[in-house]
């Protein structure tokens, strides 16, 4: 048992011949809570030769989900949780999908062909898993054994854009569920009156797009409540916007969470 689990606003790191795969902030002592980043940084092993792609397409969404850490950071500093964020971009490996599945290390994403990921080897596909999918598994499922006696549910944190092939989105936060949907299903039941935005369920993605992966492998084997938060990113471009939907999403998670644990003792 690490004795750096138990302290607040201390960060650890697992590395692997990619550099940091995984990174943990604790935000409080005995956390009930666990908040997850899977796309939160767009770095690319200097070997991997930034996977063919221009610097310019590395900072878009395809890279990694913009603006969701700092919100995850500060969700979980106001829910005193535990934070496992990713250290990898998703297009070396994607750490919300298992590695049987093919978007894993996506050929194409969007528009974009990512000639790094073309006709992979099973050994190179193999090492993706090994170095990134591996120790980010590893780390949450080790987090979770440590605090199981206290946590409560898990809540993982994304962004997507506001324009998707040509499309504009209507939808501003997503609430999305796998297999476990009894915590999103609460929070559509407990919006706050005064949002002002445009909130659905299981949009614009859904489990049937496969990103539900962390939700059931990680959270539904331990009966936490879970749920996906996809927010979409010119929402959350500044400080400012990170820490007042930070805020909101704090007090309306635990409302819903509150309102779900009464219904079930009624």
Not at 85 to 109: F, Q
Request: charged share 20%.
């Amino acid at each position: 048992m690490k004795l750096w689990n138990f302290f607040p606003m201390e960060s650890q790191s697992l590395k692997s011949t990619f550099g940091p795969a995984v990174h943990v902030d604790m935000m409080g002592e005995a956390p009930s809570v666990i908040v997850v980043c899977e796309h939160a940084s767009n770095r690319v092993p200097a070997h991997l030769g930034g996977l063919g792609l221009d610097d310019d397409i590395l900072t878009r969404h395809i890279a990694w989900d913009p603006g969701a850490l700092p919100v995850a950071k500060r969700l979980a500093q106001q829910m005193r949780a535990v934070l496992v964020h990713g250290g990898i971009s998703r297009l070396v490996y994607d750490c919300n999908r298992p590695p049987e599945a093919p978007d894993a290390i996506p050929s194409r994403s969007e528009v974009f062909d990512i000639p790094g990921n073309a006709e992979l080897s099973d050994l190179a596909r193999s090492e993706r898993v090994t170095q990134v999918y591996r120790p980010f598994s590893r780390m949450l499922t080790e987090q979770i054994g440590v605090h199981r006696a206290h946590l409560q549910m898990m809540v993982t944190v994304h962004s997507f854009t506001p324009v998707y092939r040509g499309q504009m989105r209507d939808v501003q936060i997503g609430i999305l569920h796998g297999d476990d949907d009894r915590l999103a299903h609460s929070m559509m039941q407990t919006i706050p009156a005064d949002l002002g935005m445009e909130v659905q369920l299981n949009e614009p993605y859904a489990a049937v797009d496969g990103v539900a992966h962390t939700l059931n492998r990680h959270a539904v084997p331990y009966g936490l409540p879970n749920v996906m938060i996809e927010i979409r990113n010119d929402l959350i471009e500044t400080a400012e916007q990170h820490a007042r939907i930070a805020e909101t999403l704090a007090d309306w998670i635990a409302k819903a969470k509150a309102a779900m644990t009464e219904r079930n003792t009624a």
